[in-house]
C-alpha cells in the first residue's frame, strides 16, 4: 500500500542552496523531488529555438527535462523571461500540482510553490542567502564550466534576476507566511540541510519504512 502524500514545498532566489536541500530531504525521506524551475529552463530552451513561450509551455513533454542545456546560463536567463508571462505559468501549474501530490511524498523546490503552487505543502521552506553570497557561489560555479565572466556581471545578473522573480505581477517570488526562513549565508551545506530535515520532520515527514 503506497504511503499517504506528503508535500515539501521550498521557495528561495537562485544560488540560495535550494536545489541542494531539496535533493537532500528527498534522499533522506524517500520521497520524489521536482525542480521546478527545469520545467521553466525547458520552455526557455525552446524559445530559444524560435518556438513561442506559450506554446511551447503547453506542449512541454517530461523528455525535454533531459535536454543537456538547461543549465547553462542563456537558459536561464530565458526561463526567467519566460517565468514572468502568467499564461507560460498557468500551463505549467496542473503539471507541479499533481506531482506534490504524489503518494509516498514529493519534494518540489522553485519560486513560488508555497504561494502558489501549493501554498497546503506540510513542509514548507524559504531558502535564501545575501546576493554577494549567492553571487561568489555562482561565479564559481560558471568558473568550473568555463564560463570567465567576472564576478560583478555575476553580481549584476544575481540582481537583476532578484528583482525580476520579487516584481513580476504574476506569482512574485516571497516568502509564504507559515514557510520557515532559512538563511544559507554563514552555513555549511552540511548544517542548511540539517536544519531542514529538522523542519521537516518536526512538521510530521517520515522516512519511508
Known sequence: MSA??????????????KGTIARAIAAHFGYAHLDT??????????VLDGADPIDAARA????????????????????????VIPEVRAALL????????????AVLDGRDICTVIYPDAEAQLFVTASADVRAERRWAELRAKGDMRTLAEVLEDVEARDARDSARDAAPM?????????????LSIDAAVAAAIAHVTACGGRAAP
Open 4 to 17: 499517504a502524500p506528503f508535500t515539501v514545498a521550498i521557495d528561495g532566489p537562485a544560488a540560495a542552496g
Open 174 to 186: 516571497k516568502p509564504a507566511p507559515g514557510a520557515r526562513v532559512l538563511d544559507t549565508s554563514e
Open 94 to 105: 496542473a503539471f507541479q500540482r499533481g506531482f506534490a501530490r504524489r503518494p509516498g511524498g
Open 60 to 83: 512541454l513533454d517530461p523528455t525535454a527535462l533531459e535536454d543537456s542545456r538547461l543549465r547553462t546560463a542563456d537558459v536561464a536567463q530565458a526561463a526567467s523571461e519566460v517565468a
Open 37 to 46: 524551475g527545469l520545467l521553466y529552463r525547458a520552455v526557455g530552451a525552446r
